[in-house]
């Protein structure tokens, strides 16, 4: 095992400020954890913030340039960037998920969430490559400076962080993907449509793995897991949850529907903060 400990290979993940250099260290962490390479200890703390390339900019999203018509070039561009920009925040938050929550969690679930940091480093990696092949890449636009903060607000409380990261934020995504692989295909993007279908397929079990882990850790403190995720969505979560949702999806993941949708009439009669940065982090396109 060499002395190396899980804790230390994520912190050094997550310090990764390239993004090349991020995806194959969020793999290699996995790969590690996976074949038995890494100890389970806990020595070292996450950092604050994570690494991050110079590029791309990141503006509040208030000031986000205009994406340009949908079926436009520049909006394509803007479109695969925005979502290029997601998967790559979702590396770290997943690295982050395993290393501050994995001592009190356990090994499985660090066995989870660096899977799913793998997955997400994959999902990057194609979204960067099709990026390219539309003559642009990730960094050559501004992106969304906000994606980061559900962690930061959640640094605290694995319940919460579970609650809103993999329980809103990419329950989220499970709503609008299928309407962006709608659009993506309707204009004869078929390479760009597989990848989405990839990535929802993969983001369904990331949700699962949350609302699993979000369940075990209700029973350990004996509380409700519905209660407790509905109280803590509507401390924690500062935007709306949105309909339509995608219960079928959802479903699989294991979200019931009278889970979120109590909540987000809760929402839509102000029982919660005020409302900061929109409902998730998928961009409509
Ligand atoms: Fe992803
Ligand atoms: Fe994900």
Redesign the pocket.
């Known amino acids: 095992m060499s002395g190396k400990t899980v804790a230390g290979a994520i912190r050094a993940a997550l310090c990764e400020r390239d993004a090349r250099s991020k995806v194959m260290a969020a793999r290699r962490v996995a790969r590690d954890w996976r074949l038995g390479r890494l100890a389970f200890a806990f020595e070292v703390a996450m950092p604050d913030a994570p690494g991050r390339p110079e590029a791309p900019e990141l503006l509040a999203p208030g000031r986000m340039p205009k994406r340009g018509k949908a079926g436009s070039e520049r909006g394509r561009i803007a479109l695969w960037h925005a979502l290029a920009h997601?998967?790559f925040v979702?590396i770290d938050l997943a690295l982050d998920m395993a290393g501050r929550f994995g001592a009190e969690m356990g090994p499985q679930f660090v066995s989870d969430f660096l899977a799913v940091a793998a997955?997400?480093a994959m999902?990057f990696a194609l979204l960067d490559r099709h990026l390219r092949t539309l003559g642009s890449h990730y960094g050559a636009l501004p992106a969304h400076a906000g994606l980061w903060s559900a962690a930061h607000d959640t640094r605290h409380d694995v319940g919460a962080r579970l609650a809103v990261v993999p329980m809103v934020l990419e329950a989220r995504?499970l709503d609008v993907t299928p309407g962006t692989i709608d659009r993506v295909r309707a204009v004869g993007d078929e390479r760009g449509a597989r990848i989405l279908e990839r990535?929802l397929d993969?983001?369904i079990r990331?949700v699962r793995f949350g609302a699993n882990h979000f369940d075990a850790w209700a029973a350990r403190l004996g509380a409700d897991p519905q209660e407790l995720w509905k109280s803590l969505v509507l401390r924690y979560f500062r935007g709306n949850l949105k309909p339509p949702f995608n219960d079928s999806a959802r479903l699989a993941a294991g979200l019931s529907r009278d889970l979120y949708a109590g909540v987000a009439c809760a929402k839509s009669n102000g029982i919660s903060h005020a409302s900061r940065d929109g409902g998730g982090f998928r961009p409509s396109p």
């Open positions: 997601i998967e979702a997955d997400e999902h995504g990535i993969d983001e990331h």
